[in-house]
């Protein structure tokens, strides 16, 4: 079974062909990171009209790639929440154009459902049940994943995510946008044991809290520049990244004490920092726990994790007619 997938949810324009939920045959990528990086971040606007512009070609990109035409595929994925609304409605218009035109089932797909599944393709023998961590620019919780469409989110971010965090730190810093790439690699060549950081405390105990933390960071780059101290980019750079990395394989760890699960997984565009994925991998060692954790490519927004989930929402029945609307916030 063939599955079209479409992902505008972000800065990338993503189509991709998935077969049977494991095998990518096609994966394109249309990314507006360099022009997004003049204003040191997204622009909604931007977005949505770079989106508008490019989905045919990229979608056409993508069956071709995959040798597979329209009417080959059974069902068209799209990400119908959460994102930036104006970039999600050209990605979910552009999909209800396609299941009218082709006659194929349209599949709403959720955006951390589908990060979660950007780990089946890499690793044909995760099956649920197991714990997720997905970690990215807009979102950081710890999920249950009981079956391929039964998500239970056990810890949330309560502020600002984890990647919202490296990129508003990197800016501090002087690094360019998107900063986390930046962070980790300054990261390596920092000593991280120079500043101490403070650890915020949640009364979910699997809760994240990351405001704090990138606050001080920033308090602590201003009062050195208005003292005229000079700053370790580096150090302080490895000291944010151990600290990230920590409370979140910390908080990881304990929702896997508390549950009993076996099986980890990693996911989201945070996923692709080196640091994290050392001390998750380091940590299961120890403990005899498996981890999963998907290649740097499908890190990131991608519409492979898109096909990938529609193929198991779509076995499990859960299909829209064209009332579907994109939702700028949607819970699992």
């Known amino acids: 079974m063939k599955i079209l997938g479409i992902e505008t949810s972000c800065d990338e324009t993503a189509c991709a062909v998935v077969e049977n939920g494991r095998k990518i045959l096609s994966t394109i990528v249309a990314s507006q990171v360099d022009e997004h990086r003049l204003y040191g971040g997204v622009v909604p606007e931007i977005a949505s009209r770079r989106h508008a512009e490019c989905i045919v070609q990229v979608c056409e990109e993508a069956l071709e790639k995959a040798s597979c035409k329209l009417d080959n595929v059974d069902g068209i994925a799209v990400t119908f929440a959460p994102g930036l609304i104006g970039a999600l409605l050209v990605g979910v218009n552009f999909a209800k154009g396609l299941s009218i035109a082709a006659g194929k089932p349209l599949i709403p797909v959720h955006h951390i459902k589908g990060h979660a599944a950007a780990n089946y393709p890499a690793h044909p023998e995760l099956e649920p049940p197991y714990l997720c961590l997905a970690v990215s620019g807009g979102h950081s919780q710890i999920m249950e994943v009981k079956s391929y469409t039964d998500f239970t989110v056990l810890g949330r971010t309560l502020d600002d995510a984890a990647g919202e965090a490296f990129d508003k730190v990197a800016r501090a810093l002087g690094?360019?946008?998107?900063?986390?790439?930046?962070?980790?690699?300054?990261?390596?060549?920092?000593?991280?044991?120079?500043?101490?950081?403070?650890?915020?405390?949640?009364?979910?105990?699997?809760?994240?809290?990351?405001?704090?933390?990138?606050?001080?960071?920033?308090?602590?780059?201003?009062?050195?520049?208005?003292?005229?101290?000079?700053?370790?980019?580096?150090?302080?750079?490895?000291?944010?990244?151990?600290?990230?990395?920590?409370?979140?394989?910390?908080?990881?760890?304990?929702?896997?004490?508390?549950?009993?699960?076996?099986?980890?997984?990693?996911?989201?565009?945070?996923?692709?920092?080196?640091?994290?994925?050392?001390?998750?991998?380091?940590?299961?060692?120890e403990i005899g726990v498996e981890v999963f954790i998907p290649p740097l490519a499908l890190c990131g927004d991608n519409a492979a994790m898109i096909a990938a989930q529609g193929y198991y929402e779509l076995l499990a029945g859960n299909t829209a007619d064209l009332s579907l609307n994109a939702s700028a916030n949607f819970d699992l």
């Open 175 to 285: 690094f360019p946008y998107p900063g986390g790439v930046f962070i980790d690699k300054a990261a390596h060549d920092g000593d991280k044991s120079i500043y101490t950081l403070p650890y915020p405390k949640t009364a979910n105990e699997l809760d994240f809290s990351f405001s704090g933390l990138k606050t001080a960071v920033i308090n602590l780059i201003h009062n050195a520049e208005q003292r005229g101290e000079e700053l370790d980019k580096n150090a302080l750079a490895a000291s944010f990244q151990h600290t990230v990395c920590d409370i979140l394989c910390t908080k990881l760890f304990k929702a896997a004490h508390l549950t009993g699960h076996k099986k980890i997984a990693l996911t989201g565009g945070v996923a692709a920092n080196s640091g994290l994925r050392a001390m998750i991998t380091g940590r299961t060692e």
